[in-house]
């Protein structure tokens, strides 16, 4: 039983280990990289390690993709596709070539091992292997300097990212005149559409709402001022 | 199962994403594909973890995905920022470390 889980989860990881590298719109791509976590945290399972399994499932096909998805849905696939095969053929060769070259490298590693555990299921295990006890336990005792680097580390990639991506920092200069989707045309939406500027400034209560069959350019400069004001 | 099955698919999954970083041109796929690389010795060291019957294999791994999402939260920031600056979004568009 253990041996078909085995094949219908490992095919489900490299089919979406594939996808990852064949497929053309980088949100498939994530999604399939969604079903290659979830196969893998299923392997995890059939290795005994629950909580690892939990945690892959939670933080990384959940909480990690779900960055990937904004992203992605953000910036989209770029201006124009990914062209997957327009790398050079010679690029495409030499990437197989190497790929391929790696593969036989840690096939032999693993082939020619001296380790003859490999060939076994392993040792017979406690029961409170894999548990979230077992995890803790050793989190807070033995690897307690790895846990605590491993929170530096966090913290710091946090405020690196913020200073990154945020709004504050790192922006070039016009980018305030910008907006992303428009291009260098500033294009405000239209009066009396709820936004947020219109609300501040008490568009439609001290100014009348525009005739909707007339919308006039002079009814959209209150608002496009009061937005300019804004900043 | 002997460990050996986990550990060639582990080489697998390495190899289709070295391929992947080494063949694909948007940096958003590139880190995916670096992803892949992480998960791939994350089961190997599970699998190893399994065979020895210690939880220290356990540990690393865990260690590992902390280490996967901080490259993820500064790859996309990058990303997010070269968007912000109309660069292309194109790994090999960005040459200007070039010199």
């Known amino acids: 039983m253990t041996f078909l889980f085995f094949f219908i989860f490992a095919g489900f990881a490299l089919a979406g280990a594939a996808g990852v590298v064949m497929l053309r719109n980088p949100f498939y791509c994530v999604l399939s990289l969604v079903v290659h976590l979830i196969s893998l945290a299923l392997l995890f399972l059939l290795l005994e390690a629950q909580f690892v399994a939990v945690a892959q499932i ?21 201006d124009k596709p990914d062209q997957l095969w327009s790398a050079s053929p010679r690029q495409k060769a030499l990437a197989i ?6 593969f036989i490298e840690l096939a032999i590693a693993i082939l020619g091992t001296a380790l003859s555990s490999l060939g076994t299921e392993g040792a017979t295990l406690s029961a409170t292997y894999g548990s979230p006890a077992e995890i803790g336990e050793l989190l807070l005792t033995d690897y307690l300097l790895a846990f605590e680097l491993a929170s530096m580390l966090l913290l710091v990639a946090a405020i690196g990212a913020v200073a990154l991506a945020g709004r504050r920092g790192g922006i070039a200069e016009d ?7 428009h291009g260098a045309v500033h294009t405000p939406s239209p009066a009396a559409t709820g936004s947020m500027a219109e609300g501040v400034s008490g568009y439609g209560v001290t100014t009348p709402l525009p005739d909707p069959q007339f919308e006039g350019r002079e009814l959209q400069q209150p608002a496009r001022a009061a937005a300019e004001d804004d900043r | 199962m002997s460990v050996n099955w986990y550990l060639l698919v582990s080489a697998m999954i390495f190899t289709l994403g070295a391929a992947g970083v080494m063949v694909r041109r ?10 892949l690389m992480l998960n791939a010795g994350n089961l190997a060291l599970i699998g190893f973890s399994r065979m020895w019957g210690t939880g220290a294999g356990e540990i690393f791994a865990i260690v590992v ?5 901080c490259e993820v939260a500064i790859g996309l920031g990058i990303i997010v920022a070269l968007y912000r600056r109309r660069l292309p979004v194109d790994v090999d568009e960005l040459t200007e470390l070039h010199g």
């Not at chain 1, 980018?175 to 989707?181: C, G, M, T």
């Not at chain 2, 995905?65 to 999402?69: D, G, R």
């Open chain 1, 58 to 78: 939670v933080v990384y096909a959940g909480a990690v993709m779900v960055l990937y998805v904004f992203v992605v849905a953000y910036v989209g696939g770029g």
């Open chain 1, 97 to 102: 070539g190497f790929a391929s070259l790696i």
């Open chain 1, 175 to 181: 980018e305030s005149n910008l907006s992303p989707r």
């Open chain 2, 26 to 35: 948007n940096p958003l796929v590139v880190l995916l594909c670096l992803e």
């Open chain 2, 65 to 69: 995905m902390v280490i996967a999402a």
